[in-house]
């Protein structure tokens, strides 16, 4: 899938199928958070990939905003050093990954948004990082329609030169 294709279609999923993702898109999944750009290059990152069952569904109650991941075959949760460009950094690598399983035709949606502290203690994670976020992973349970986005229209939020000044 072309870029701009993928960016334009892109849709949260919040519903997966039974079927898991292959280990090929979850390596390439991965490798994408992993190439993305960062702030002086300091990949403040730590992507810890979840296949298991039983954790998932773990990940699922304690997410409030997410239960769904109980149901998703795959889910990364994203830590992060505790530094200045961290957040931004690690946002970008997560749609790095969405993006990318969305080419491959894997459906993500972004949970939560720090706070998660029993995620840490069910994982591991050490104090010297946080969790910014978790990301399930998993192919549409239904039909998914690509690219049916309500936004505002570009000239309502796109100027040229200068603010109040329509881009269009």
């Known amino acids: 899938m ?3 294709e993928a960016v334009r279609s892109v849709r949260a999923v919040r519903a997966y199928q039974g079927k898991s993702v292959p280990p090929d898109v979850v390596r390439r999944i991965v490798e994408a958070g992993r190439l993305s750009a960062s702030s002086m290059n300091g990949q403040p990152w730590r992507f810890i990939v979840v296949e298991n069952r039983d954790t998932l569904r773990r990940l699922g109650e304690v997410a ?5 991941i109980a149901q998703a075959p795959l889910a990364v949760v994203v830590a992060i050093e ?6 931004s950094d690690a946002s970008r690598a997560i749609q790095s990954m969405v993006l990318t399983a969305w080419s491959d035709g894997v459906g993500s949606n972004w949970v ?6 029993e995620v840490k203690a069910l994982l591991g ?3 010297t990082v946080d969790v910014l976020a978790i990301v399930p992973f998993g192919y549409p349970a239904r039909p998914v329609g690509k690219g049916k986005k309500q936004r505002k229209p570009l000239s309502e939020v796109a100027h040229r030169e200068r603010f ?5």
Do not use: H, N
């Open 164 to 168: 109040s000044q329509p881009f269009a």
């Open 125 to 127: 994670i050490p104090d």
């Open 112 to 117: 939560g948004f720090l706070g998660f502290g």
């Open 82 to 87: 505790k530094t200045k460009f961290a957040v």
């Open 64 to 68: 409030r905003s997410g239960p769904y």
């Open 2 to 4: 072309e870029v701009f």
